[in-house]
Each structure stands twice: as C-alpha cells, then as structure tokens.
C-alpha cells in the first residue's frame, strides 16, 4: 500500500512538474509572440519610413565614379589632327584639361586633370561630390576617374566657345536682344548657386562659355573650379571686381557676384569694360571710386530696361544692390523672360498625357537625359521658366493650373489634371516641380529612350559587365542600401538588373 501511495505522490509531482513546464511554455511562447508583434511592428514602421524617404529621393545629376581605366571610355581628341572629324575651330583649351570623345556615345566632353599630391584636390573632389550642381546653365560634371598620380574630371564640352567669341564691336557691343537673353542665363545660373549657399567670387567675361556655333545663344558658367577652390587674383579678375573688396579680397559674398554680372552685361552692351586702366593699382582706384556712367553716347540707343538692370545689378552701396533672387521676381524681369524665352506648344499635352515614373525609372531616365539631351535641357529650360511666373525655380499647383486652364477653359478639368501631374511628375513629393522633374516629362522620351541609348547607358552603369549590380548602383546613385533594396525589388527578385529587365523597365515610359 505504502509503495503505491509513494507511486502515486511521485506520479502526481510528475504531472505538476508537467503542468508548470508546460505553462512557463506557454508564458514564454506568449512573450515571443509579443516581441514578435512588436518586433513586426517596428519592421513595418522602418519599411513606411524608408517608402516615404524613398518617395522623396532627390532625383539630380549623378557623377559616375569610375573604376576602369579612362583609355576603355575616352579617346583624347588632338587638336593638331587635321583629318579628325571633329573641328576644334582654334578653341583654345588649357593645359590642365584636354578634349576627350566617348567611345560609346560620340559626344565630346571637357577633361580636366588634378594632381592627387596637390593640397586642394581632395578639397576640391569632395566639394563636387556634396554638392551636385543641376543647372542647365552650369557645365556638368559626368564622370571621374582615378590613377596612380591624378583625378580626372570628365565635364561638358561647349564647343561655341568663350562670351569673347561673340562677334562684339569695340564701342557698339552685340545687339541687345541677344545681350539680354545672355544675361537672363547668367542671372539664373548665378541665381540657382546663390540659393544653395554657394558662391564664385571670381567672374569674368570668360566665366561663361556659348554651348555651341549656333545662334541660340544658350550659355554655361563654365569656370566652376572658383566655387570651391577660389584662385589668386589676376588682372583679369580685378576688372569685374566690386568696390567694396578691393581692399578686402577675401570677402566672398552675393553681392561681390551680382556686380560682376553688371560688368559683364555692360561689356556685351558696349565692347568695352567701364575702366581704361592698364596698371592694377590705378585700375583699383578707379574700380573705389565706383563712378560708372550710363549716360555717354554708346548707350543713346540702348533701352531703358537694359539700363535699369544695370543700375541694379552695379548698384555702388552692396547693402543695397540687389540680390539675383529679388531682380527674378521682379515685374520687369519675368517681363523679359517672356519676351527672351519661347514656349513649345506641345508642352502642355505632354504635361497632361505624360505616363508615370516610380524611382527607378526616374534615376534611370535622369541618366538618359544627362548623356544625349544637353540642347534639349535648355529649350525644356525655357519653358519652365517662363511657366515659372514669380520666379521661384519651382512650378506650383497655381501655376501649373493657370497654364491648363489657357487650353482646357474647364477649372474642373484642369484642377483633375493637375493632380494627376503632381502626383506622377512630383517624385520628391514637396508639393512643387523642380526643373528637373520637368526636364524629365516633357523630354521626347520616345527619341530618347531607345535601344541603341539604353545598350550604352547600360553598359556605363555595369562597367562593361552583364548586369548592374547592386554595389555599383548605389555607388553611381549615391542610394544607401535600403533604397537600393526596394528599388531593386521593384522591377526584379535577383539582386542585380540584367539588360533584359532595364530595358523592359524603361519601355514602360515610353
């Protein structure tokens, strides 16, 4: 009996050990269950997160950084080549940079070359990659490549030459029209640096250079290097200094920029510069005393406008001269944008049958344009900027409304269609449409996005290889992991993009 009893209370102490186990399970099973849920939850809110940064991904102009040699991409174009197809027409270019041909898509770029054992090369490599100027006004940097000894720096090419190679008469200038629309680029390149917090500080005449022969008259600030790296002073430099930093050069502000751009504008007016001086310390006393006349027999036919803008622009006080922003928004500049710039009737009904971009699509797309659309980008430029009515470098919904309404004449329809475009063209979901993301939809996608251009593209952004892996992505785009993950996973399962996919990709666009 007694062994039984024994049996049985050790039975029972089983069963209890049993019961506790099998609720401390069930209490930890439960714990987990809820770390789990939270631990999901947390994943969920990362993943809306990085979703809502990625729809806000800044989509701009990107700098390839290279990692094959230059001779594989570049052929150096010689200048003393005579049967060479492509005429240099005497342009000088200097000795640090050379004219240099893709060998993929024949177009003919810049290449300058920085020593790697020079003390401001990393400065200046490292001032280019943070800031990544979008301008259609503003040479490009495209791509660098790295050797033993040097950076170089592959940039546009503006095969029309220095602003000294316009036809100018000593005393007569180019005509005014042409002058003007000069200016309205200067201003808004300037205008767009300015605005990012940047500076030049060193502009002259040749600052600027003319995209190509042709009487369009599109300009590019083409001497960038002074942005990041400012130069010792030349006597070039000092005819379009101000007055205000003869005696202290080191004041790199706004206003030391707007004055130089009214000393550029007068030399396209006149021919001439407002100082006779030969010698730098009589030109410096001439440049304090800031007496600049508008009033002499060279400017009896120039307009009214003309000479406003210069009394602006040369204001002598630089606590009062305008600042490039101001004389943008105002009535009598966005008076001449209207009349400087023309606007492409097709515009419109590309803006409101314009098919949507998710961000893959849209870094791609933004590559494409950068590669084969320079002279597109500007004429897309102009129109922009005249949508563009209080001159902010943004098109609002208003804006953007007025200019559907012209067609529609319906405020129901162009209010639907309007919603319709920010939604599809406002990647970066700000409320607003940059110049880019205009540039983007009313590009002729269907000339652009062809075969032959994505084969090329293709073969850029894979380094020769058979797919774009996801390193060389995000080294391209400057994307962290995450948004490579997610655009990955947007257009295919592997984890890298095959030709196949991007071109299947960016056919849906077209």
């Known amino acids: ?14 069963n209890l050990q049993k019961r506790q186990m099998q609720k401390s399970l069930q209490v930890q099973h439960s714990k987990n269950q ?14 809306e997160k990085f979703l ?25 174009v010689q200048n003393n080549n005579k049967d060479h197809q492509i005429s240099l027409q005497g342009k000088q270019v200097n000795e640090d940079q050379q004219i240099i041909q893709n060998n993929l898509t024949g177009r003919i770029r810049l290449m300058e070359t920085v020593r790697l054992d020079d003390k401001q090369t990393k400065q200046y490599i490292d001032n280019l990659l943070a800031n990544s100027l979008s301008h259609p006004n503003i040479s490009q940097i495209h791509e660098m490549f790295q050797d033993e000894d040097y950076i170089h720096i592959i940039k546009d090419y503006c095969s029309g030459g220095k602003l000294c190679t316009l036809t100018i008469k000593q005393g007569q200038g180019i005509e005014e029209l042409i002058a003007l629309k000069v200016l309205v680029q200067m201003i808004e390149s300037m205008n767009y640096l300015h605005m990012k917090g940047l500076n030049h500080g060193h ?8 995209m190509d022969e042709s009487e369009n008259n599109y300009i590019k600030l083409s001497d960038i290097k002074p942005i990041f790296i400012k130069p010792q002073t030349t006597f070039e430099h000092l005819q379009f200094f101000a007055p205000e930093i003869i005696d202290n050069e080191q004041e790199y502000s706004i206003a030391r920029d707007v004055w130089s751009l009214g000393i550029i504008f007068y030399k396209l007016l006149t021919g001439n510069l407002p100082y006779s001086a030969t010698q730098s310390s009589k030109l410096k006393s001439e440049i304090k005393k800031g007496i600049i006349q508008l009033t002499e027999l060279q400017f009896d036919k120039i307009s009214s406008r003309s000479k406003d ?40 009904n590309t803006l409101t049958n314009i098919k949507p971009a998710n961000v893959i699509q849209s870094l791609f797309l933004q590559f494409l344009v950068n590669q084969f659309c320079q002279n597109q980008q500007n004429e897309i430029y102009q129109m922009f900027n005249k949508y563009d009515q209080n001159g902010d470098a943004k098109l609002s919904k208003n ?10 004449r319906s405020k129901d329809q162009a209010q639907q269609q309007v919603d319709q475009i920010f939604q599809f063209i ?13 540039i983007r939809c009313i590009v002729d996608r269907q000339a652009l996005i062809t075969t032959p251009n994505l084969k090329v593209i293709f073969k850029m952004l894979s380094n020769g290889k058979g797919s774009i892996h996801k390193k060389r992505f995000m080294q391209c785009f400057q994307v962290n992991q995450n948004q490579t ?8 399962k592997s984890k890298r993009i095959t030709f196949k996919v991007f071109s299947k990709t960016m056919m849906q666009l077209v």
């Open 52 to 76: 809502q940064t990625d729809q806000t991904l800044n989509i701009h102009n990107f700098i390839l950084i290279q990692t094959c040699k230059l001779s594989k991409i570049y052929s150096i």
């Open 1 to 14: 009996m007694g062994s039984c009893t024994q049996k049985l209370k050790k039975a029972n102490q089983e």
């Open 426 to 438: 406002d990647t970066d979901h700000n409320g607003t449409i940059d110049c880019d993301e205009f």
């Open 34 to 47: 809820s770390i789990q849920t939270q631990e999901s939850v947390q994943e969920k809110k990362k993943k």
């Open 309 to 348: 803008l210069l009394n602006k622009l040369l204001q002598y006080n630089p606590s009062i001269r305008s600042d490039l922003n101001s004389i943008i928004k105002s009535p009598l500049y966005r008076k001449l944008v209207s009349q400087t710039k023309q606007i492409s009737k097709q515009s419109v």
């Open 485 to 492: 993950d997610e655009m990955f996973a947007s257009i295919t």
């Open 399 to 408: 804006e953007i409304f007025e200019l559907i309404y012209q067609q529609t």
């Open 203 to 210: 502009l002259t005449f040749n600052s600027f250079s003319r």
